[in-house]
């Protein structure tokens, strides 16, 4: 187990995993690749909505925090390329059920106070 750190110090480490943690497309890569291995174009099909250089961006960083590994095989024209999710990949996705668990539970109620929000006339800031 790790040392314990202060999230709300500007230089804490825990911070900016937590960041690339809730990046706007990680969670849905994620959750993605649970079934195993995908090409870049698969990924981009079960993922609606991404953009190519979103993925692409989203990809290199969780490859380069080993959460993701990239498996070329040169030996196909074109290479083939797969997405996995490496262990520390998995027990980040673990760790992320609840919170998919939570949303899934209260889409409704979020929808429902966004509604209620913009229909206010004074909005609080």
């Known amino acids: 187990m790790g040392t314990a750190h202060d999230l709300l110090a500007a230089r804490c480490p825990s911070r900016d995993v937590l960041n690339r943690v809730g990046a706007r497309w990680v969670p849905t890569v994620l959750t993605a690749l649970e079934p195993g291995p995908m090409r870049f174009t698969e990924l981009k099909k079960v993922v609606e ?66 509604r209620r929000y913009s229909q206010s006339a004074v909005h609080p800031r």
């Open 49 to 114: 909505g991404v953009t190519a250089k979103a993925l692409t961006e989203t990809l290199r960083a969780l490859e380069c925090d080993g959460i993701v590994d990239r498996v070329e095989t040169p030996s196909v024209t074109p290479p083939k390329v797969d997405y996995s999710l490496t262990p520390l990949g998995r027990s980040l996705l673990e760790a992320l059920d609840p919170v998919r668990d939570w949303a899934e539970r209260h889409a409704g109620d979020i929808a429902e106070a966004r």
